[in-house]
């Protein structure tokens, strides 16, 4: 048989087409991903299905906006319990295909935690910083989020950040860095938004839910505003830029690597758009 992935149960219209194919599914699956990486998702899937605790509660255009949430949150605390069973946690493809396999399309309220958060981090945090913040966030004793995107240009009020409604207790915000009277634009700073202990938003800080959207209803996108709000001068992420104590500021060696994890997300985000499109060609 050329199509390997029929199964009993299968709609019986899908598998009389399927049925009909005329090239074998695995070699072009080898085409797409190359012939390790596709051999590897092959493996992936069978080992998710053994889990039983991965599997969806009901199908996932039953679910409401609360429970995909929920089932999010659920899930991701299966997958950490036997990721190193079913991935190589160094491989971003593996990664990729294990979090859709689980998740499906609608996406789950800590993605930005690790796709943006994390690596915000890593490319922006000193080594002193790294030792206060990147450990913890890998072990997520503490969640974050990126919060750049606004509801219009240079308002107070961040608008549609990931694992911000509800999930997040810090975030990287970029906000413009003032120092000595002079504007020197975005930079990264690390903000704790709610108590660790009891998730409450810290004074002068309003945040909360953006409520249900057209799409990727599994993710937390949130809103975030700061009112007379204070932050170390050590929270400035000072890789790259610094501050002194006496306000003087130390530039970066180039005036867009602030925007390192911003760009590094776009990139990922316009190869998914495109395995989107794929699976709408199939499907047509």
């Not at 971003?92 to 930005?112: K, N, Q, S, T």
């Not at 509800?166 to 860095?177: D, R, T």
């Amino acid at each position: 048989m050329l199509y390997k992935s029929i199964k009993d149960g299968d709609n019986p219209d899908l598998t009389e087409e399927r049925m009909k194919g005329t090239f074998d599914t695995d070699k072009m699956a080898a085409v797409v991903y190359g012939e390790k990486l596709a051999r590897r998702r092959r493996e992936m899937s069978e080992a998710i299905s053994r889990i039983p605790e991965l599997a969806d509660i009901k199908p996932l255009p039953f679910l409401d906006r609360f429970e995909k949430v929920t089932e999010g949150s659920r899930k991701l605390a299966v997958i950490k319990e036997h990721v190193k069973e079913l991935i190589d946690e160094n491989d971003h493809d593996e990664g990729l295909h294990l979090y859709h396999e689980v998740m499906g399309m609608e996406g789950h309220p800590l993605a930005l935690h690790e796709v943006m958060f994390i690596p915000a981090l890593v490319a922006q945090a000193s080594d002193q910083q790294h030792k206060k913040w990147l450990g913890r966030a890998k072990r997520r004793e503490i969640i974050g989020c990126y919060a750049q995107t606004e509801m219009g240009h240079e308002t107070a009020l961040k608008w549609w950040p990931g694992a911000l409604g509800k999930s997040s207790n810090w975030a990287v915000v970029v906000a413009n860095l003032i120092t000595n009277g002079k504007n020197y634009g975005p930079h990264p700073f690390m903000v704790q938004l709610r108590d660790e202990s009891t998730h409450i938003p810290l004074p002068g800080i309003t945040v909360g839910d953006i409520g249900p959207k057209m799409a990727f209803n599994g993710g937390d996108n949130g809103y975030l505003g700061f009112n007379q709000f204070r932050i170390p001068r050590g929270y400035l992420l000072d890789r790259h830029a610094k501050v002194e104590a006496d306000g003087s500021y130390v530039k970066p060696p180039h005036a867009k690597i602030n925007h390192s994890a911003m760009i590094r997300v776009r990139s990922h985000m316009a190869t998914g758009q495109g395995a989107l499109l794929a699976h709408a060609l199939v499907i047509a």
